[in-house]
Nanobody, 119 residues
């Protein structure tokens, strides 16, 4: 089973920037999409941004204009550049890769990296 490991989280002041990366322990084939999700205390996990195999990107309304998702082609994992961070961006951020093979979707998740934005 391929494991994903996030990095780049930390404590930053409001208005600052962070870049989140994700590494996979092995190769993932037939990738359909990859993205980042987050979960704040007491809230459900929510989509932050996703990029499809065709390069289409989707962003949560709350991060549009401040966040950019891209693909690390060497690692075949997503990268999340976050700018102008706000305290409400504080959450655990999870890397996700979706692969589709034989009509079955395989979801790969990391353990999460904490992002804390101080006011």
């Amino acid at each position: 089973q391929v494991q994903l490991v996030e990095s780049g989280g930390g404590l930053v002041q409001a208005g600052g920037s962070l870049r989140l990366s994700c590494a996979a322990s092995g190769s993932i084939f037939s990738i359909n999409a990859m993205g980042w999700y987050r979960q704040a205390p007491g809230k459900q996990r929510e989509l932050v941004a996703v990029i499809t195999s065709g390069g289409r990107t989707v962003y949560a309304d709350s991060v549009k204009g401040r966040v950019t998702i891209s693909r690390d082609n060497a690692r075949n994992t997503p990268v999340l550049q976050m700018n102008r961070l706000k305290p409400e961006d504080t959450a655990v951020y999870y890397c996700n890769v979706k692969a589709v093979k034989g009509g079955i979707t395989y979801d790969y998740w990391g353990q999460g990296t904490q992002v804390t934005v101080s006011s």
